[in-house]
């Protein structure tokens, strides 16, 4: 019976492992219409997935038939438009602290402490994405728990 005993071990050591793999699964698929991952749009007009690799964290906007619009990549403070989606070409970025001249048909579609995303469709049919960071004090209150921001001496 020591076989049975092995067997038994490694029989639970490969469910422990996956899972903990799968409880922990990282979402994956960005730039594919239905990818891995949560959607966490703020609207009911589009699909927005988040993923986060190495503290940046990369935002895709589709429609609800699944078409990828645009994504864009967002870290301290800063957002950047990633040559994704059809409409990639119309999407743009804002700096942190500045306020874009948005369309009054424009929605958004995602924003959390860093950032805010909007949509805005266009009359040929295409959606222009704006990402528009959030300044670095709208986003850290304790500077001490803030790795971009260093705190000042008192």
């Known amino acids: 019976m020591n076989i049975s005993k092995r067997a038994v071990l490694a029989v639970a050591v490969v469910v422990g ?6 409880s922990a699964a990282p979402s994956t ?3 594919q219409a239905w990818p891995n991952a949560a959607d966490v749009s703020v609207s009911p007009h589009y699909h927005v997935y988040r993923f986060v690799l190495d503290g940046i964290q990369y935002i895709q906007v589709n429609d609800l038939g699944g078409t990828v619009h ?3 990549a967002a870290a301290n403070g800063t957002v950047l438009v990633l040559p994704i989606g059809v409409d ?3 999407a743009k970025s804002a700096v942190a602290g500045t306020s874009a001249t948005a369309s009054s048909i424009a929605e958004t579609v995602y924003q959390d402490a860093t950032v805010s995303v909007s949509a805005t469709p266009q009359s ?6 704006l990402a528009t960071p959030k300044a670095a004090a709208d986003t850290c209150s304790n500077p001490g728990e803030c790795s971009n921001v260093v705190a000042k001496p008192q």
Do not use: E, N, P, R
Not at 17 to 22: I, P, Q, T
């Open 17 to 22: 492992f996956s899972s903990a793999a799968w």
């Open 124 to 129: 040929d049919g295409s959606v222009q994405v």
């Open 29 to 31: 698929g960005l730039g």
């Open 88 to 90: 990639a070409a119309k």
């Open 70 to 72: 645009a994504a864009i």
